[in-house]
Every structure is written in structure tokens, then in C-alpha cells.
């Protein structure tokens, strides 16, 4: 899945968190540091204080008046690689998202200390395009030629462009019983 990063990205033991990643599992991410960039594992998601659930999303357009992510967005921002996505639509059938001839794409997204460990929330955004016929919204998703952007002062000039144009397939339908 991640053929197109250089090695030096990818931990030792990525191996095991390849393939679908769900809330609470490591993920690999790409985050600023004193050399350059550099990869890491983290698990997916904020435990949430109210609720006792967890947050694995932050609207773009809300994130900085949260005080859950204010801080970890201004300071700790990350990319997330991915082959794609998926989501459900309205009548239960699995759509696979993905940009077209783009064999990774890069979600925006920020990570802080949650519970004594590194963890991090993807970003989302209003839906566009044929996204709309699937969902209300989907993840942010950096171009390559902004990646650079995303990790300085400038980012939210990122958090203003336009969506990145994506290919949805349905999937055959679900079973369902009677």
C-alpha cells in the first residue's frame, strides 16, 4: 500500500497495519520532524470527555473554535497515506473512493497526547463532486503539491481549497433478510 513512500517513512513493523484500519487501530502517519519528515504508527481517534466514545474526525470548518483540537491542529499536524476510502450510502451498499490515477492520497490530519499515548483525528469536509451521492461529508484530503504547505505556518490556506476530484464505485449490494 505505501510502495510510493521512501523506506525511511515506514516503521520496521508497518506490515500489521496495513489493509482496512478502523477506529482505535495504528495507522501510519506523516509528521514534521527535526530532520524532515518522518513516519510513525498511531492509533486512530481521541478518547472523547463527554461521552466516553471516541472522536475520529474534526470538521474543518469548526476545528479551530474546539478546544479539543485547537492546539493539536495548530501545532501538530499530520498526513495520513491511503489508497482510498470507503463509505456507506443511503441504501447500504459499500462505495469505494478513490482519486482517480492517484495510486496514495494524503488525508489532512493532527495528533496530540490522549491518555498517555500519541493518537490522531482525521480531518473532514463538506462532500463534493460525486462524493455528494455517497455522504454529507469526507475526509480532507491534501494534493501532493501542498503537502509542504500543510506542515507550515500557511496551513490553512490548505483548509481553503477546493476538494481534490474523486472516483466512487458501488460495491454489489448488501444482503439483507426479510
Not at 71 to 80: A, F
Not at 135 to 156: K, L, N, T
Request: charged share 30%; glycine share 8%.
Amino acid at each position: 500500500m505505501y510502495d510510493n513512500l521512501p523506506a525511511f517513512l515506514i516503521p520496521a513493523d508497518y506490515e500489521a497495519y496495513t489493509g482496512d484500519i478502523r477506529p482505535t487501530e495504528r495507522a501510519l502517519i506523516l509528521r514534521k520532524g527535526g530532520s524532515g519528515l518522518e513516519g510513525g504508527l498511531l492509533p486512530w481517534g481521541y478518547p472523547s470527555q463527554n461521552t466516553g466514545g471516541l472522536v475520529i474526525n474534526a470538521r474543518a470548518e469548526t476545528l479551530h473554535e474546539k478546544p479539543m483540537f485547537c492546539e493539536d491542529v495548530m501545532r501538530r499536524r499530520c498526513l495520513i497515506p491511503a489508497s482510498g476510502f470507503y463509505e456507506w450510502d443511503r441504501e447500504k451498499q459499500k462505495a469505494t473512493i478513490r482519486q482517480p490515477e492517484k495510486e496514495l492520497i494524503y488525508f489532512a490530519g493532527f495528533y496530540g497526547i490522549r491518555d498517555g499515548q500519541e493518537r490522531f483525528v482525521i480531518i473532514t469536509r463538506q462532500a463534493a463532486g460525486e462524493m455528494c451521492r455517497v455522504h454529507d461529508r469526507m475526509p480532507f484530503i491534501v494534493p501532493g503539491e501542498q503537502m509542504e504547505e500543510w506542515f507550515s505556518e500557511d496551513y490553512r490556506e490548505v483548509l481553503r481549497t477546493d476538494p481534490v476530484p474523486l472516483e466512487v464505485t458501488i460495491e454489489n449490494e448488501q444482503l439483507s433478510f426479510i
